[in-house]
């Protein structure tokens, strides 16, 4: 090799929303930097200004088309505080909680079948025609079979609770406005038993290829790193809907705990980067060189004292008893965490449906106005916070969204720089195959990089000239 | 038929209609729907939208306004005329900022419901304006979104006539004129949440917003969520 070289993955696939990785490598082919980039530019943070506060749970579910949900809520939550609403009605409560549980799971399942399962059936250095979900279908037609199904099932949840499969308008500041009727309750219920049966054999799937591949995992763009979720207040339980802030660090001691969300800012500070749209939240105890961390269905495995279901409790401990460390850090080991909480939320599903909460009809409560509201909530692919001010006239002034993506920024170079330097470093051919361990180990972290990209009025433009040989030549920054 | 009554046809369905009624007016008593934005029940006629436009023996006409007439042929529910209807409509979705995905009228909207009814399915032909008008949030009760409006007047009529206030009025020529309130904002106006000109009957669209009602009615409960504009009584 006589010149360096960059190489690029553009775009990144089998994951939601757009960006690139690079990697930079030396005439030796050696390793300088990789980086996962985000291209692509959304700014709600800026033009929900203005809008009317009940609009907001609306308009900024369209940050995403896979865990909408998520943000839905998130914004309800938000809005709740703003027309001082602190505890919503039973039926108003766990109707959004059914409608999450029925997100999380649709969402696990998508990708954990559609996106990831690929690579783990076929090899990360398959053949490339043969990473996708149609080669899963063509290979083992019942699996593929059995995730198409589940993953009706989660969205039908959502169709019954939000109006729509996708985008619906369930949740409204202070509460709901639907219950659920009692035929759509016992059509999900005929269906239960088979989707606890699916989900268990999926976590098994799940949990054999962590253990067989228990060695190569460990070293594979993982690194101890710290952990933050929601816990349910009190006993520290896995909580996906409501709770308080945990941050533990990679030996499982407390960095924060059970700090009440709306307090979020008080622990968090948002760096902004030059070449990324994304922004790099860090823990401001630590400071931002070393204030990383990470979140989703592993960070959450690690946070979470306890299960309150029983399955997913029995796999929560047999999850930890397989590792002699405090903290499990492999990040494919997220797969089997997903795996856990798909099975936690046929669990909870199951619960509230049996609840009869969820026909009554008291969905709205009301409350003295508020001027400043954040909402936290654990989406599928970790912790979401949404932060509003809201003027007098109920119009937004102010928006922070800190969505999950986000929250894994650093962890998601991190863990690439990690794979670039063990399997890509100083190699005479790169193939396609040692590329995509790069996109599997982004893959494993489920980013959702359109819903991460709100650097409005940060984001510096750079511009640099190089000659034939690579050579910079010029540069010109415009500074925000 | 009374004595002074007399017959005419829409479409060829012979219809009775009395001296003084309008084309629209006969048309829905006989239970033929013609195509509407402008007009409402209870609100005097303008002739504006154009949606209700018929052929009246060969010539084009507003339903709304144009009386009726002995031996009148009128064509109603023709490709010519909802083609020439559904640019009516493309063009007021591309003059505002119509975004039914997060738009509390979205399901009530009567300009979402008649672009449905008229089948307005392809990419926009037109280049749209997108205004950019602050909302007007003063009011406590009531709130304006003007990027919305679809210049209708029906705000207008009702204020005036029903109301007596004359709270909302028409400003700017040609492109540029719009709606707008009779005052500094909507809260140094006399509008009351009460206004017939501010209920949900009068405001086609969502532009006039009823606050903290957004949401409220679920998706299936909607005006439009199981039938197509004009066809209510066949519903169900």
Redesign the interface.
Known sequence: MDKPRILEIDPVTRVEGHGKVTVHLDRQGNVNEARLHIVEFRGFERFIQ???L??V???VQ?LCGICPVSHHLCAAKAMDRIVGVDQLTPTAEKMRRLMHYGQVMQSHVLHFFHLSAPDILFGFGSPAEKRNVFEIIRQNPELGHRAVLMRKYGQEIIEAT???KI????A??GGI??NLSTERRDQFLAQIDEMQDWALEALALARDYCLREKDFIAKFGGQPSNYMSLVRPGDGALDLYDGNLRMLDARGEAIFDQVDDSRYHEYLTEDVRRWSYMKFPYINSIGADDGWYRVGPLARMNTADLIDTPLAAKAHEDLHAAFDTPLIHGVLDNHWARMIEVVHCVEKIRELLNDPDLQGTDL?VKGERRHEGVGVIEAPRGNLIHHYKVDE???VTFCNLIVSTTHNNEAMNRSIRDVANKHISGQEVITEGMMNHLEVAIRAYDPCLSCATHALGQMPLKVELFDSNDVLIDSALQSP | MSGDSFTFTIDGVEVTATPGQTIMEAADAAGIYIPRLCDVEGLRHQGGCRVCTVKASGRSAAACTQPAAPDLVVDNETDHLNTMRRHLVEMLFQEGNHLCPVCEASGNCELQAMAYRLEMVEPFRFPGLEPCRPVDASHPDIALDTNRCISCGRCIRASADVDGKGIFGYVGRGIHRRVAVNGSDLAHTDADINDHAVSRQVCPVGCIIRKREGFSIPIGEREYDHGLIGDEGDSE
């Not at chain 1, 985008?167 to 369930?170: I, K, L, N």
């Open positions: 203005g809008r009317l009940w609009e749970p609306v308009i369209r939000a109006g729509k985008h619906g308008t369930g409204i500041p406005n639907r709205v006239n109920d119009q």
